[in-house]
């Protein structure tokens, strides 16, 4: 299965659109935003659980990278809610459940084989820094090598400046709206921008955003 599977591409999803897939367990959803590959797959998709509905124990072979929505996602390691980032690096293993619902925005076997880091940040307790752009706040979340994954929030009337980003990014809306010439961008917005693809962006009425900056050719396992 390919979808959006040409990384040399640009890719725009609103993922609100999109059908609710059935996995292989029952009560598990997915809405696939870029796929390579069948069950086990170069991924990154919005997965929606049932309450009390769970994932059979399996083993991270790329690596596991995922942000909680809304709910309260469980493994052995813990509850994790709204607002949790999570990293589980290659080789590791849990058995995804939840006794609420969830759903989170995840990405699966995208890690570098030597980023072996466990990741767990509170979004909602962690410290914003102020940006050199005026309007805009981070929150730095992981960094590996070239790879580079933050929380950006743009105030009303944001303005960002006019690139082209040499690394080549990736952004998910998380909340208001992000735009650019052509079109509007809300909630649930996923973009993938190839290198030097030119973006100007800007804000009408704020927005937080999930933005990974890597630059192409790094192989994904």
């Known amino acids: 299965m390919k979808i959006n599977a040409d990384l040399s591409q640009r890719a725009v999803v609103n993922s609100n659109e999109l059908e609710w897939v059935d996995s292989p367990l029952a009560g598990v959803k997915r809405r696939m935003l870029e796929r390579d590959g069948e069950e086990v797959a170069r991924a990154t998709s919005l997965v929606k659980y049932d309450p009390d509905s769970y994932f059979d124990a399996h083993t991270h072979t790329g690596g596991e990278e995922f942000l909680v929505l809304d709910g309260v996602f469980s493994d052995e390691m813990g509850d994790f809610p709204k607002g949790m980032y999570v990293r589980n690096p290659i080789g590791s293993k849990h058995k995804p459940h939840t006794k609420e619902g969830t759903t989170i925005f995840v990405k699966l076997r995208q890690f570098e084989p030597d980023d072996k880091e466990y990741v767990r940040i509170d979004t909602n307790q962690t ?18 090598g070239t790879e580079q994954v933050a929380l950006i929030k743009c ?15 990736e952004v998910f809306v998380l909340s208001g709206s992000l735009s650019e010439e052509s079109a509007t961008y809300s909630a649930g917005a996923w973009i ?4 030097g693809c030119r973006c100007k962006f800007y804000s009408k009425e704020g927005c937080l955003l999930y933005v990974k900056e890597r630059p192409p050719g790094v192989k994904h396992f």
């Not at 993938?192 to 290198?195: C, F, I, L, S």
């Open 192 to 195: 993938r921008n190839p290198a």
């Open 155 to 169: 105030q009303p009337e944001t303005q960002l400046p006019d690139y082209a980003n040499e690394a080549g990014e």
């Open 127 to 144: 410290q914003w820094l102020a940006d050199n752009v005026n309007g805009v706040s981070i929150m730095p979340l992981h960094e590996f």
